[in-house]
Nanobody, 115 residues
Framework: QVQLVESGGGLVQPGGSLRLSCVAS????????MAWYRQAPGKQRGLVAQITSDGVINYVDSVKGRFTISRDNAKNTVYLQMNSLKPEDTAVYYC?????????WGQGTQVTVSS
């Protein structure tokens, strides 16, 4: 069983930065795809960024050039550095671990971008 614990969310002004962290338990982190998703009120959860075990990275178009996903396999941790934040980035951000045929979600961390 894998547990994911996110941290780093909070309230930030437009143009500000936050770094989210997600720590995974267990032994499959290094061979898993890690991803960040977000869900705004009244909207479906959607992919923000993904990084494979080989380091291949994908971003949703709306965050390209502003967000950076990275991973530290020695610490079983995936990060999401978020710069130039906009009010439309406000959402609950979830970490996801995928190792076919299973996947696991964290509990989410709230990010609010407001002046």
């Amino acid at each position: 069983q894998v547990q994911l614990v996110e941290s780093g969310g909070g309230l930030v002004q437009p143009g500000g930065s936050l770094r989210l962290s997600c720590v995974a338990s267990g032994s499959i982190f290094s061979i898993s795809i890690m991803a960040w998703y977000r869900q705004a009120p009244g909207k479906q959860r959607g992919l923000v960024a993904q990084i494979t075990s080989d380091g291949v990275i994908n971003y949703v178009d709306s965050v390209k050039g502003r967000f950076t996903i990275s991973r530290d396999n020695a610490k079983n941790t995936v990060y999401l550095q978020m710069n130039s934040l906009k009010p439309e980035d406000t959402a609950v951000y979830y970490c996801k671990l995928q190792r076919f045929p299973q996947w696991y979600w964290g509990q989410g961390t709230q990010v609010t971008v407001s002046s």
